[in-house]
């Protein structure tokens, strides 16, 4: 028999807060955290915006000897994970180190450091390559930080699905408490792309936003002028427990993950599905899981990215599994609209959206929505929040490679 999952510890960088409660204030606002990249030059590239983690105070966190080693994405993951641990309540040396894992993953993990050491090599020569370039670069190394950092000995590894990662993480991490090979488990995304060679990379793609108005408007999810995605970078942890060992120590208890549905489309390294076939059947998998029908689903995070097909796709297949539903009671609302995109850590900080909408029973906006377009004809919480009873939150993420992850929250 399967056990009982909850998520007793949140934690977050993003460019909407550098922490949890900051990150929800602003989406209940409708502040965007999009603005012009200060990382870098940007003045010969297609595309200047982006939504950067800014003035976070990394020395509250993390001694500078240990971020000396760390790339950025690490160090965000980090951050992320110290809060979330220290918001569980748990004491990490009181609990047994050998029943506690992380699985915390990033899409394209330390692009800074092999941009810097490339730099290196190109300029100096092989020989001045750093030796710690491989372990600060490679898409693992946030996971055995934290390990590291709280002596967590049991399931330890990184997961790599593109934008669905995070989801991906969660998801894995939900299954090692629920079959008993972990107790508590540290789970969840983070990316730092905002750097010459990622946005270069989605810019010439065609993958991003070209808006030349103000920035904060850019992202705009299913509205008929979506044009691209906006990159985005931060983390989103979460800290999960067996949920009669949290009920017992007196935990806060946010909600209890009930299902998750992970599924390929096969089809195309980066277009959906036709109708979004694969992502339909990672919806139904999740529901399927969690033995609830459609109808009892308050609100759909959905990926929604702001580029034309991703949200006319997700939109039909939303239809396809919910029927009447879709349109008579279900709430959707992309958070993206606010956050940008940040690839592999998306859905951490959605799963923290979907967290909220049910301690809050409110349901974020999709801001910058101002024109319908007949493809995209549901009720996506335009322009202000949607305050409604909120048990059941699904968060939707979709990656490049047709990868899909679907997970079901519910209240406690």
Known sequence: MKRRVVVTGIGTVNPCGNDPDTFWESLMQGKSGVDKITQFDTSEFAVDFGGEVRELDVAKYLDRRETRRMDLYTIYAMVAAIQAMENSGLDPDAIDSTRAGVVVGSGIGGIHTFEEQCRTLFEKGPRRISPFFVPMMISDIAAGQISMHYHLKGPNYSVVSACATATHAIGNATKHIQYGDADIMVAGGAEATISPMAVGGFSNMKALAKWDGDPTEASRPFDAERCGFVIGEGAGILVLEEYEAAKARGAHIYAEIIGNGFTAD??????????????????????????????????????????????????????????????????????????????????????????????????????????????????????????KPVNVAMSNTFGFGGHNAVMLLAGV
């Open 266 to 387: 096969a089809h195309h390294i980066t277009m959906p599905a036709p109708g979004g076939e694969g992502a339909a059947q990672a919806m139904r998998q999740a529901l399927n899981e969690a033995a609830i029908s459609p109808d009892k689903v308050d609100y759909v995070n959905a990926h929604g990215t702001s580029t034309p097909l991703n949200d006319a796709t997700e939109t039909t297949a939303i239809k396809t599994v919910f029927g009447d539903h879709a349109k008579n009671g279900l709430v959707v609302s992309s958070t993206k609209s606010m956050t940008g995109h940040l690839l592999g850590a998306a859905g951490g900080i959605e799963a923290l959206a979907c967290i909220y909408a049910i301690q809050k029973n409110t349901i974020p906006p999709t801001i910058n929505y101002e024109n319908p377009d007949p493809e995209c004809d549901l009720n996506y919480s335009p322009n202000a929040p949607t305050e």
